[in-house]
């Protein structure tokens, strides 16, 4: 019923399983980034206007919100987008070297 699995599949799982939490940890984490221009403006109103804190933490709130509206969209795309690609790129490569090797060989 079920095949057993080679090395190299073993490999590509747990290359797989690694990249998802990796690639998604690094795109949310620049999906939070794209946030740091609401921090900057916090501190630029904070320096402005020392003596209205609530209205510049309201507008923070605000813009930080949308700021990073799509941070798990980033993180769903770093995490899953390459995996097919890589996968595509590393069967290429095996197929490449195999037909490669096949035109060595001597017809008999």
């Known amino acids: 019923m079920f095949t057993r699995l080679s090395g190299w599949q073993r ?3 747990v ?6 939490l ?3 940890f690094w795109g949310n984490n ?3 980034h794209e ?6 403006s916090l501190s630029i109103c904070y320096e402005t206007h020392p003596d209205d804190w609530t209205g510049c933490r309201s507008k923070f709130d605000r ?5 990073v509206k799509y941070h798990w969209y980033d993180a769903a795309i770093f995490a899953f987008v390459p995996i097919p690609i890589g996968r595509l790129g590393v069967y290429g490569l095996i197929a490449l070297t195999q037909w490669v ?5 001597s017809s008999t």
């Open 101 to 105: 090797r096949r035109g060595f060989k």
């Open 35 to 40: 946030g740091d221009w609401a921090g900057n």
């Open 11 to 13: 490999i590509g799982i």
């Open 63 to 67: 813009d930080f919100i949308q700021a």
């Open 22 to 24: 990796v690639g998604g």
């Open 15 to 20: 290359l797989t399983v690694i990249w998802i």
């Open 30 to 32: 620049i999906g939070i």
